[in-house]
């Protein structure tokens, strides 16, 4: 892979990246609820499942994704569901005036958002997208030195996967410098309709996609 290709891909993952989506969505979310840690982490937990679709799409199991239809509709499903499922618990705790929280956003809240579930979000809203996968069996090969050397897929997914890191990590740094103001009730409740309703649009879309 020559200087100018890395460059060319550099820019092209760049644009990509700064596309919002279902992990910026979720990143900005937690902060919220989580404070810099939680945004980070859950930033973390996104370049993670990143981390293992360039592993995978390396090894050529992504190639095995995409060609099987049953499998490749599951993990969409399922990863549609599961942004469903927090865009809809969001949504009714956004507009519940009283009461505890839902099981799924329990730790989501003023008091803040457990390390380890923030973590787990990132990683799962992630792994659940199987685009993404299409996206690095596509966009990885162009790049790489005879379209198949591992050593060169692989660390393109992990440059993709730091640059991503970076990107969010960015936003959870500047969502949390106004999070005092942000976490205010009226506030938190307009920002948790609002996330919990892109949530839930992006799985509702992402389930509806085809390839």
């Known amino acids: ?62 190639a095995l994704l995409v060609a099987s239809e049953p499998i490749f509709r599951a993990i969409q499903y399922a990863g549609a569901a599961y942004l469903i499922y927090l865009g809809i618990m969001a949504l009714r705790d956004a507009f519940r005036r009283q009461g505890p929280a839902s099981p799924a956003t329990a730790a989501i809240s003023p008091r803040g958002l457990s390390p380890a579930i923030a973590y787990r979000q990132g990683l799962i809203s992630n792994l659940g997208n199987p685009k993404i996968a299409v996206f690095f069996a596509s966009l990885l090969p162009q790049f790489a030195a005879g379209g198949s050397s591992f050593t060169t897929l692989f660390l393109l997914g992990l440059v993709f996967a730091a640059m991503t890191l970076l990107w969010l990590s960015a936003y959870a740094l500047v969502v949390a410098k106004v999070g005092d103001v942000l976490r205010r009730s009226q506030v938190r409740r307009v920002i948790e309709a609002l996330t919990g309703g892109l949530l839930l649009a992006l799985g509702l879309r992402i389930a509806a996609e085809q390839r």
């Open 1 to 62: 892979m020559t200087p100018a290709s890395f460059l060319a891909f550099v820019g092209v993952a760049a644009l990509v990246i700064c596309t919002p989506g279902p992990d910026t969505a979720l990143t900005i979310r937690n902060t919220l609820f989580g404070g810099r840690a939680g945004g980070m982490l859950t930033a973390l937990g996104v370049a993670t499942g990143l981390s293992i679709w360039a592993l995978a799409t390396s090894l050529g199991l992504v």
